[in-house]
């Protein structure tokens, strides 16, 4: 699963291609959740528009969903944005959404990086 990251001053863009499944989705969260620069950004905008396959189910959603909410009591206030377009994968975006249990972590779904960018500025 390659990603690759740019970081900007108050956010990253995290950009997805080829198979991605749900374990590198994991593994991919933890580096950056113990990223220096983790601390300071505002919003992560994870852009999927570009995968081959996404390899994953509802129980990982609910996964990175459970080990969101556990990082959120320290990171505080934050927004995710997930861009897909492909309907199954915007599903198990929802899913993602959907299972956050915490207060501090918004999290929205668009079709591309312009309409992310756009919510996680507001």
């Known amino acids: 699963m390659p990603n690759t990251l740019t ?9 997805f291609t080829g ?3 749900g374990e590198e989705i994991l593994k991919s969260n933890f580096d950056l959740q113990s990223h220096p620069r983790f601390s300071i950004i505002k919003y992560l905008i994870n852009d999927f528009s ?6 994953i189910d509802e129980n990982h959603t609910k996964i990175y969903a459970s080990t969101d909410d556990i990082i959120s009591d320290t990171k505080g206030k ?3 944005a ?7 994968h915007v599903e198990l975006a929802n899913s993602y959404r959907d299972s956050l249990k915490n207060n501090v972590f ?11 960018k756009k919510w996680c500025e507001q």
């Open 106 to 116: 918004d999290c929205e779904i668009f079709a591309t990086v312009a309409e992310a």
């Open 78 to 80: 934050f927004k995710i």
């Open 50 to 55: 570009e995968i081959t396959s996404l390899l």
């Open 19 to 21: 198979d991605v499944t």
């Open 82 to 88: 997930i861009v897909t377009d492909n309907e199954a």
């Open 7 to 15: 970081w900007k001053p108050d956010y990253l863009l995290r950009k």
